[in-house]
């Protein structure tokens, strides 16, 4: 069974600082993705990030970048330049590719707060 | 801009009532997602629909949660009857047979008094 590790519940930021986001996971599988998740206030689920763990090139997106590290079953977000609007619950999750359900596996989510 | 709706966007009934919830999924997507979100157990899958048939719903209690699509425009998740450990917020997903991505609605936030 596949399972998904965020050790950081809450974590907290100054305006257009730098921050990591952890997550660990651990699968037997070769062949899934990785993504990071933005739940902000709304609720709404809004997908930052996905990274196919047969690519060894980090994904990335304007601000938002990853580390993954594949043998060690790590996936670190990284938000540079932070702004108020990335406030929000981050989750991280992973999805077998091929699977006969191709269910999201979620981590518990890390609540980041930026302050002004 | 296509995306997912779901209605509604909250409700809150008492206990022993019918809840059902509706998901429109994205024009031209053939697999939906029903997920349930609490403090307790985070973000877990109750249903698994591939071309309208249900290919699994392990994660959904059997005896009193039903899951359907009547067509490929609509997904339904009933509760009968509800109870007050139910309440949560329900979101609804949907993508492609072998996709990479699940597309989410807003979700209901279902509470049960």
């Known amino acids: 069974a596949q399972t998904v590790t965020q050790s950081q519940p809450e974590m907290s930021v100054q305006e257009a600082e730098t921050v990591t986001l952890s997550c660990t996971y651990d699968t037997s599988e070769s062949n899934y993705y990785l993504f990071w998740y933005k739940q902000p206030p709304s609720r709404q689920m809004i997908l930052v990030i996905r990274?196919?763990?047969?690519?060894?090139q980090n994904a990335t997106e304007n601000r938002f970048s990853v580390n993954f590290q594949k043998a060690a079953k790590s996936f670190s977000l990284k938000i540079s330049d932070s702004q108020l609007g990335d406030t929000a619950m981050y989750f991280c999750a992973f999805i077998r590719y091929g699977g006969a359900t191709n269910k999201l596996i979620f981590g518990t989510g890390t609540l980041l707060a930026v302050q002004p | 801009d296509a995306r997912v709706t779901q209605t509604p966007r909250d409700k809150v009934t008492e206990m022993g009532q019918e809840v059902t919830m509706r998901c429109q999924p994205i024009l031209g997507h053939n697999t939906v997602f029903w997920y349930r979100q609490t403090m307790m157990q985070g973000l877990e899958l109750l249903a698994y629909f591939r071309n309208r048939a249900p290919l699994d719903d392990s994660g959904m209690p059997k005896d009193r949660f039903s899951a359907e699509m009547p067509d490929a425009t609509l997904a339904t998740l009933k509760i009968q009857p509800s109870e007050p450990r139910d309440s949560a917020v329900y979101f609804c997903a949907s993508g492609l047979v072998g996709g990479r991505e699940q597309f989410f609605g807003p979700g209901t936030r279902l509470t049960v008094l």
């Open positions: 990274q196919e763990a047969y690519k060894q």
